[in-house]
């Protein structure tokens, strides 16, 4: 193998619609903190390599607003921090191409990547596309999204100052983003089902003693209404029966949905389509790694994808030496 760290950017394909066929010893496809950590590692041990990410760098960590649990930082920015880390991985020789990864095969002993503009082949791929918002399926969610209904309070709490807001979902996703959304709205509703948080303590805690918000138990959304200027409230399941709340957003954190589409046909995948891995980051696959969201690992945190990015990238480098 090559010692050289990163590689020439000449041979990258320029994302310009070519159907050249590109050949390394390692894939990477994703923008989020697992992706960043594997690309810095690749370049550090100068394994011949690309980044592919899709058109939102950074993945989820990049949307939140507030990580207060990254060790070194009492709190920071999500996209602060992976910028910090592209620019790590940047200076470290890491090459990346923005495209979308279509689908993934396996040919002549290689495994081949299709994206929406180019075609690599490589001798090891790790999977690290992360995991995308689940929907509810209830009326009214996919009519007002865009319109008062969100997925993403960082990007979205400007559009909500003084303004009325639910919150529905308990974990940590879901107790972080309403604590940003607390420094913007008049009134927030948290809305979930159980009738205790999931999320951090600390942080569960803070939300629910804070004076704006109103909790909601064990209760389901069942509709989001609104009119032609957008979203105007939410029909709640309660305890009580159903109740009608007046509000002007919805920000949905039910669950997330693994990015393993392309690479269902490499690696196995469990019932909630996460990949399945072993030792951390192996998969069925022995040419494949995961790391990250896209796992059934279950402690989603960036931390922890940044650890197993790395060992990913580690895992690649000791097969290529043997």
């Not at 010893?25 to 899709?54: C, D, K, N, Q």
């Not at 995991?131 to 007002?144: H, M």
């Not at 895992?315 to 290529?320: H, K, N, T």
């Amino acid at each position: 193998m090559s010692f050289k760290v990163g590689i020439d950017p000449g041979l990258v394909n320029s994302g310009t619609g070519k159907s050249d066929t590109n050949s390394y010893e390692l894939v990477i496809a994703g923008g989020g903190p697992a992706a960043l950590s594997a690309a810095i590692y690749a370049a550090r041990y100068g394994i011949r390599h690309v980044v592919i990410e899709s058109w939102k760098p950074g993945g989820q960590a990049a949307l939140t607003a507030e990580i207060e649990n990254y060790p070194g930082f009492s709190s920071i920015v999500g996209s602060d921090l992976t910028n910090a880390m592209k620019k790590q991985a940047l200076e470290a020789g890491a090459v990346f191409q923005t495209e979308t990864v279509e689908n993934t095969t396996e040919e002549n002993g290689k495994i081949l990547v299709r994206t929406d503009s180019a075609k690599y082949t490589t001798d090891y791929l790790i999977i690290a596309t992360g995991a995308a918002p689940a929907t509810l399926g209830v009326s009214g969610e996919e009519k007002y999204y865009g319109r008062g209904v969100s997925f993403c309070a960082t990007c979205d709490a400007p559009f909500f100052r003084d303004k009325k807001a639910i919150v529905v979902g308990g974990g940590d996703s879901a107790v972080k983003e309403a604590l940003h959304l607390t420094h913007v709205v008049s009134e927030l509703g948290l809305v979930h089902r159980r009738d205790k948080l999931r999320a951090e303590p600390y942080l569960a805690k803070k939300l629910v003693e804070h004076e704006k918000v109103t909790t909601y138990w064990n209760s389901h959304l069942i509709e989001v209404t609104g009119d032609d200027q957008g979203v105007t409230g939410v029909i709640l399941d309660t305890p009580d029966g159903k109740k009608q709340i007046d509000t002007d957003g919805v920000f949905l954190y039910v669950g997330t949905i693994p990015a393993t589409e392309p690479f269902a046909s490499l690696v196995e995948l469990d019932k909630n389509k996460a990949v399945v891995t072993s030792g951390i980051v192996g998969t069925s696959n022995p040419r494949v790694f995961a790391a990250g969201d896209v796992t059934n690992n279950g402690f989603r945190q960036v931390v922890t994808a940044v650890s197993e990015g790395a060992r990913a990238s580690a895992a690649v480098f000791e097969l290529l030496e043997n």
